[in-house]
C-alpha cells in the first residue's frame, strides 16, 4: 500500500510546521487566542527527548542534506515525522535503513492484513509498556479500518491474534525458553492457525517493536505535541515563562561538559582508549577453548547478577496491560530463581547462516532488509571517540554486541569474552541491561551516568548497537525454533 508522495517544497514546508509547534511562543500565543478564541496546546515534553537538548537534535536536520531528505521522505510516506527519526537524525544513514524496513513491515505487500500489523505492533509495545509506539499504533490500526473492539483489551481481540500472547511474551524476557513445541500450537491451531509466512511477518514485527521500545526509552523519546500525552491547556505556573521556552532547551539540565563533571571525568576516554590498544597488542597471547568457554560462563553469570535500575517495580496502567496478557512475567524472574540458562551457540545457528535464508524464503525481501539494517548499526563508525579522531572503535562495538547477546545466552566461539570487563564499566553494563531487558526502567540519570565525556549522537550509536542486538538475539531463538519443527 503506496502514499501519495507530496511535492518536496511543501513536505519541506510542512516538517518545518511541525517543528515549528514546538516554538509558539507567548506573544503569538496571546494573539492567538485573543484573535481566533482557539486554544492553543502548550508541549509536555522538552524537545524530541529528555534525555537531549532539543537545540542538538534540530541542528542536525539544517546542516545535513541527506537528513532532511530522508526526513522529507519520511513525512512523504507516513504523513508524520516523529520524534523517533528525529533522534535517529544523528545517524542518517542508518536512519534511511531504518525507514525502508520499517515501511516494508508495515505498508508494502506481505502475509499479514495492515490492521493486524499495527495490532502486532501495540502488542509488542504494549509488553514494555511503551505507551508512546502503543498510541502511535492505535490510531494507525483506526486509520487502516481496524475494529475498535479489539482496543478494548486483547481479549476483544480475534482468537488468532490472542494465541499470539504467549509468543510475545516469551521473546520480550526469555526468548531462551522458546520451543518448537510453540511454534506448532500456533500453526496447528484448526481455524485458528498461522501459516509459516504469517507467523515469520508476525515475529519479525514483535522483535522489531520490542527493540524499537528499547530505543525508544534509552533516549528518553517524549510524545508529540499532537498525541495524547505531548501537550497540556494549562497555563504555565511561573508567568515569566512559558512552555514552550523549557521546551526549547531553555530549562535547567545536566550538561555533559559542565567543568565539574570534566574535572571529575578527565582522563575516562583516554583510559578506555589505552584499554583497547594493550587488548589489541595481547591479541597473539590466544586463550584456549576451555578458558575462552570459561569466560563467556563466567560474563554469562555476572550479566544476570547486574541489577536493572535499582530492580524499581514499574506497574502498568490499564490502558497499557490490557493489550497482554501476565503483566508479571519478566527477565528479572528468570536472574532471581538462579535457573540454568542454555547457551545458544552461534557455529550451530546463526543469523547468517541459518536465519537470514529462512526469513527471506518466507517473506522476501525482508531479509535482506534486516541484514541491511544489523550491519549498518554494527559498523556504523566515524573513527572518533568524544573529541579523538582516527579512533578504530570496531573492538568497542563487538563488545557492546556480544554482551547483549551473551545476557542472553549466545555465545561467540571465537570471541574472548575477558575483553568485556575490559572495556564496559558498571555504570555502562546497568544501563545496557535495563534498556535491553526493562527498557521501561531506563532513567536520565542512568543514561548521564555511563561515557560522560561522550557526544550525544555517540550515545544514540550506542542504543542502535544495543536495538539491534537484542532484535537479532530474539529473531535467533525464534527462527531457530521455527527452523526446529519444520525439521
Known amino acids: 500500500m503506496r502514499h501519495a508522495v507530496a511535492p518536496a517544497e511543501s513536505v519541506e514546508n510542512n516538517y518545518f510546521a511541525v517543528t515549528n509547534l514546538l516554538k509558539i511562543c507567548t506573544h503569538c500565543e496571546r494573539l492567538s487566542k485573543k484573535d481566533l478564541g482557539v486554544r492553543i496546546p502548550r508541549p509536555l515534553g522538552n524537545g524530541p527527548s529528555r534525555f537531549i537538548p532539543e537545540k542538538e537534535i534540530l541542528e542536525v536536520s539544517k546542516v545535513d542534506a541527506r537528513t532532511q531528505s530522508i526526513f522529507e521522505d519520511a513525512f512523504a510516506a507516513l504523513g508524520r515525522l516523529d520524534n523517533i527519526s528525529l533522534v535517529m537524525g544523528f545517524h542518517p544513514q542508518y536512519l534511511g535503513s531504518f525507514l525502508r524496513t520499517q515501511h516494508y513491515l508495515l505498508q508494502m505487500d506481505g502475509p499479514l492484513s495492515l490492521h493486524y500489523r499495527h ?55 526469555r526468548p531462551w525458553l522458546l520451543t518448537k513445541e510453540h511454534i506448532e500450537s500456533l500453526l496447528k491451531a484448526e481455524e485458528h492457525s498461522w501459516s509459516l509466512a504469517e507467523l515469520i511477518h508476525a515475529v519479525v514485527l514483535l522483535t522489531h517493536y520490542h527493540s524499537l521500545a528499547s530505543f525508544t526509552f534509552g533516549c528518553g523519546i517524549t510524545t508529540e505535541i499532537h498525541c495524547d500525552g505531548g501537550h497540556t491547556f494549562r497555563p504555565p505556573s511561573l508567568s515569566q515563562y512559558c512552555v514552550c521556552d523549557i521546551a526549547n532547551g531553555n530549562g535547567h539540565s545536566i550538561h555533559h561538559n559542565d567543568s565539574l563533571g570534566n574535572q571529575e571525568l578527565c582522563g575516562e576516554v583516554e583510559v578506555l582508549m589505552e584499554r583497547m590498544k594493550q587488548l589489541q597488542e595481547c591479541d597473539d597471547e590466544e586463550a584456549s577453548q576451555e578458558e575462552m568457554a570459561t569466560r563467556f560462563e563466567r560474563e554469562k553469570t555476572e550479566s544476570m547478577l547486574v541489577a536493572t535500575a535499582e530492580d524499581e517495580e514499574c506497574v502498568p496502567s490499564r490502558d497499557i496491560s490490557r493489550h497482554f496478557e501476565d503483566p508479571s512475567y519478566g527477565y528479572k524472574d528468570f536472574s532471581r530463581r538462579g535457573e540454568h540458562m542454555p547457551t545458544f551457540r552461534v557455529q ?140
Open 119 to 173: 495490532y502486532i505492533g501495540i502488542m509488542a509495545a504494549a509488553r514494555h509498556q511503551c505507551s508512546y509506539l502503543v498510541n502511535l499504533h492505535v490510531n494507525d490500526f483506526l486509520q487502516v479500518g481496524g475494529d475498535p473492539k479489539w482496543l478494548n483489551g486483547l481479549d476483544e481481540a480475534p482468537q488468532k491474534l490472542q494465541q499470539l500472547g504467549e509468543l510475545n511474551k516469551i521473546l520480550a524476557h
Open 348 to 487: 550451530d545457528y546463526s543469523w547468517e547462516d541459518h536465519g537470514f535464508s529462512l526469513v527471506n524464503r518466507l517473506y522476501p525481501d525482508v531479509g535482506q532488509m534486516l541484514d541491511e539494517k544489523f550491519q549498518m548499526a554494527y559498523n556504523l563508525t566515524y573513527n572518533t571517540m568524544a573529541t579523538h579522531k582516527d579512533v578504530d572503535t570496531s573492538m568497542l562495538r563487538r563488545a557492546i554486541w556480544n554482551y547483549i547477546h551473551c545476557m542472553f545466552g549466545i555465545r561467540y566461539d571465537d570471541y574472548d569474552y575477558g575483553e568485556i570487563n575490559q572495556l564496559l564499566d558498571r555504570s555502562f553494563k546497568i544501563y545496557i541491561k535495563t534498556m535491553v531487558c526493562s527498557p521501561e526502567k531506563t532513567t536520565k540519570r542512568m543514561y548521564e551516568s555511563f561515557w560522560r565525556q561522550f557526544q550525544h549522537s555517540e550515545k544514540v550509536h550506542v542504543n542502535l548497537l544495543l536495538m539491534e542486538a537484542r532484535m537479532q538475539a530474539e529473531l535467533l531463538y525464534a527462527l531457530r525454533a521455527i527452523t526446529r519443527y519444520m525439521t
